[in-house]
């Protein structure tokens, strides 16, 4: 089974903190991507990547910037963390592959609360 | 720009019974793939159901099924012979097919309860 991890279920920071969610998945996907997930918004793309240091500006990415130095590893950065940035922040990952039916598999989510 | 609705915030349905989700979408695309994924509560999000819009069939997975009218923009969920388990958040997506990486755009989802 494709398994997408995050490093942390639940995370509290103060404003202006600098914040570092960490996602990681196991099937050797191309793609990546990290949404944000607020009630009656649905998901939105922050960003996404389909390939080691490749990036890509989602539909809101003001805030926000990503590392991927590692193909399984996808990292999404909040250089000064703010208030609303409150959010549910989910990863995902897919396959390049023609036969991946374009199916996203996702991470957990990490909920954060920006005091 | 694609945009996709789910005008339904919450539904509920008894256990056994049928229930339909909908989903309308706007894109000036020919081809493209329409999703529904569905999130129980404090969960990871799974693939539910696929639709390729160059299919005419509707797609089908176990209790689960669409009803794609591409015409009307109109991707419907159907869950027949509801269970417990089916209680979860409900998001519609759409995707563009051109390439793998591109943009899933999801609906703000229906909250589905399944009442015993």
């Known amino acids: 089974d494709v398994k997408v991890t995050q490093s942390s279920r639940y995370l509290v920071k103060r404003t202006g903190e600098k914040v570092f969610l960490e996602c990681v998945q196991d099937m050797d996907h191309e793609n990546m991507f990290w949404y944000r997930q607020d009630p009656g918004l649905g998901l939105r793309l922050i960003y996404f990547?389909?390939?080691?240091?490749?990036?890509e500006k989602g539909d809101i990415p003001e805030g926000y910037s990503v590392s991927r130095e590692k193909k399984e590893r996808f990292s999404l950065i909040l250089e000064s963390a703010s208030t609303n940035q409150t959010s549910m922040y989910l990863c995902a990952s897919s396959s390049a592959g023609e036969s991946s039916y374009n199916e996203q598999f996702f991470g957990p989510g990490t909920r954060l609360t920006v005091l | 720009a694609q945009t996709v609705t789910q005008s339904q915030p919450e539904m509920s349905v008894q256990e056994a019974e049928t229930v339909t989700l909908s989903c309308t979408y706007d894109t000036s695309e020919s081809n493209y793939y329409l999703f529904w994924y569905k999130q129980p509560p404090s969960r990871q999000m799974i693939l539910v159901i696929r639709?390729?819009?160059?299919?005419?069939q509707n797609a089908t997975e176990n209790r689960f099924s669409v009803n794609f009218q591409k015409a009307a923009k109109s991707f419907s969920l159907k869950i027949s012979d509801s269970q417990l388990g089916d209680t979860a958040m409900y998001f519609c997506a759409f995707m563009k097919g051109e390439t793998s990486y591109d943009k899933v755009i999801f609906g703000p989802g229906t909250s589905l309860s399944v009442i015993p």
């Open positions: 639709q390729e819009a160059y299919k005419q």
């Open positions: 990547s389909y390939d080691v240091k490749m990036k």
